[in-house]
Structures are given as C-alpha cells and as structure tokens.
C-alpha cells in the first residue's frame, strides 16, 4: 500500500481557557477573559476527528499536556501543597494562566515532521518545536517531546531530535511554518520553511507583532532532519501581515501534495518563491492564490479560510474549513465557486468555534504525518481513532469534562484534580503508559 498523510490531533485539555496569552494572536487577545467551555472544545476537536476518519483518512489522537504544570509553578518559586502552590499563583495571575494552558491542543505547533521519503537516513524525523516567543509555550517541548516518542517508539523508523535552543535566534513554532509539496506522498516532497525574520541579521521584520519563527531554525531543522538542499525551500513571511495578525503561515496559506493555497500577501517577493518551489518539485506547482480583492487579509484573519485543512480526495481536494468561513460573505462567495473551478473540490464546514476563540482552527489543530504502511503499524496501536476509541473518548469527555472555566477558576484545587484524573484515565484509553509525571 503506498504512503499516506495522517493527522495526528490534539485533544483539548480539561483546562481550556481564555487568558489572552498570545500577543499577535487577535482572537487571543479579543477573548480574553471570556468564559471557556472545555467540554464542548474537546467534543468539537473530536467531532473534526470523527469526520475525517468517517471519510477514510488515517486520524489519531495526541493526548493533551498535564495541566496546571504544577512543577513549572514550584520550578518559579511557588510553595507548599499542591493547592498552596496554586493559591499564591493566584496572585500572579498571568503566571498562573501560563502554566495552565491547554495551549498543546494546537499540534500543528508540536514539532516539525519530515517523512522518510524525505530525509537521507529513510526514517521519519521529528523537532519538537521550542515555542520561545510564549510563555506559556515554552513550557510545552520537553513533555511533547516524550509523548511523541511514546507515540512514534521505534528507533529503526523513527528519530526523535530535542527541541532547538530556548533562544530567540531560533524561535521554532514546528508544522505551523512548514509545509510538504510532493507529487505522491510517497515520492521524495519538497520541504518549505517560512519564516519571519533571520533570527541573527538585521532585515525586513514585522513592527507591531512578533515574528515568531526565524530562518535559523527552519535551517537547523533542515539539517538535522537530513533534508536534500535541492528539495529544500525557505521563503519570508511577509512582515506586513504578521502585523495584521498572522502570527504562523499556517493563517495565510497551507498546502498539499502538489497544491498550494495561499493569499497573494503571504511571502515577500511571492513569484519567486513559487518559481523556486516548481523547481525543487521538478513538476508544475498547482497555485491558487486569493487576491485582496477578492479576501482580505483581516476576512482571512477573521474567518481563518487558510488555516483549513487541505486534504487529498478521491478526485482533487478536500478543503476541512473553520464554521466561521461560512459566516464572512466575502470568504463565503469565494469558497461557493472553488470546487467548480479549482482542484478543491469539495469543502467541508465544521464547528470549532471553542478553539477558535483563541486563534486555533482545523489546521492548527492538527500534526500531519506522512508514513508508510510499515511506519503506521510502528505507531502506538492506541492512538488510533476508529468508532469505538471516538464513542469513549467523547465518553470521557463527558466525565470529566467542566463546561465552564474562567481563567479565575484555575486556582482551584479541584480542577487539578480532576484534570489528573481525567489524564490517568486516558493514558489507559490510549494504551500510552505512565506518560504523565504524575503517574511516576
Ligand atoms: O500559539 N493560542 C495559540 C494558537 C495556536 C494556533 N496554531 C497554529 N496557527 N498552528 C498561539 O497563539 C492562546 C491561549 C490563550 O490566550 O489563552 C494561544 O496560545
């Protein structure tokens, strides 16, 4: 059986919040202080997973980080019990909002993913991504570092590399920024970096907002991963919609085999980009490129149509939107006439309107692994989704779940608790074994 792509999701986790942590994220800080519903965002990740392999794509499911990450509190000074501990981080609010979010929902973020039909040694690599522009992100590699490699254990099909250094040189924000062209998924693919800004020498760079990934970490990627330099392209960001709220690519473009999606304000100097991507690819590139005219930056901002998932069909393309691309009448009319005149030949609505709420769509939602037929069944059986391991997952969430969470209510002693209990539980749902420190 040829390769496939498939899409390792996260699962939201029990603490999910609106604490305007991300600067540059609009919907971040728009919501900021709103009150979340954890239980209807885990739902609305698994009902997205649920359709996806309804339709025949190989899904899985990645189990959220331990929060609140009670050892990064004590680790910043923080004493006493557990629930000591959380009581005098209330009083540093923004330190306990760090350390509880359920920000690892977002596995797009997780690592950047390079399959073996791409890497010299024929194995599929794996960076977690450093995440150094956020608090509360930084907190993030080392743990999902060890639950990819529970979920992707084997050594002779897989190599797990560490985070690159915790500097701003080498802001990594993983598969949000990086995207594989390739004519098959199983044919050696052209792998594309954007990037927004060098991260050592001066250059073009946003003004308002961060630009969360340099070019000296996708290099680093690159060579760790063992990527051909041929096949290998790195392109700008353009700085001007970083600063309109386009903090990862993945906002403004996002690819597929041989077809990218993208708006006309996505990279600097974009025909030579897509000039140098047909090159690395050896075959036409598919472009459908969105004018302003037709999107605007801040529609595409605001409905998030480029953080869509594409996927490939039976014939062309499936393009997984966010709900809200079918409330903008502008995004609306342009995705009504896609499939009749594009290779996307079918768009497929969903509600993730929890996610969404802090500048997470379809895409940011989920990991893409390209494996082999012998790669899938290295991967830990567990993780899987079919119509059994949704019906209890959505079970659990159920259980476990609170359907009302204000950042306030995450000095509470019960929700550590009860998130404990809900993660203990789901390490035997998805066969992982003691992934948790708790579980020590
Ligand atoms: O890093 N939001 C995430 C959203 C990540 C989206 N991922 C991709 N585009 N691939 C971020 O900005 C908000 C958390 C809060 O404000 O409570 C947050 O972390």
Known sequence: MTPREANFDGLVGPTHNYAGLSVGNLASETNLGRKANPRAAALQGLAKMKALHD??????????????????????????????????????????????????????????VSPSADTADGRVHFTPANLVSKLHRALEPAATGRILQAVFPDPARFVHHQALPAHESFGDEGAANHTRLASTYGAPGVEFFVYGKHGARPGKQPHRYPARQTRLASEAIARL????????????????????????NDVIAVGNLDLLFCHESAFVQPMAIYAELERALGAPLQRIVVPASRVSVSAAVRSYLFNSQLLAGEAGHLLLAPGECAEDPQVADYLAELPERTPIREVLHMDLRQSMRNGGGPACLRLRVVLTEQERAAVAPGVWLNEDKYERLCAWVERHYREELAPDDL??????????????????????????????
């Open 411 to 440: 000095a509470d002693p019960a929700l550590l608790m009860e998130s404990n209990a809900a993660l203990d539980e789901l390490t035997g749902l998805l066969g992982l074994g003691a992934i948790y420190p708790f579980q020590q």
């Open 225 to 248: 991963h063992g990527l051909d330099p041929c096949r290998t392209v790195f392109a700008q960001q353009e700085p001007a919609v970083i600063d309109a709220g386009v903090f990862h």
């Open 55 to 112: 339709r025949g794509y190989w899904q899985a499911v990645l189990p959220p980080l331990q929060r609140p990450d009670v050892a990064a509190l004590r680790r910043l000074g923080f004493a006493g019990s557990d629930a000591q501990v959380l009581k005098a981080a209330a009083r540093e609010p923004i330190l306990l909002a760090a350390c509880s979010s359920a920000s690892s929902m977002w596995t797009a973020n997780a690592a950047t």
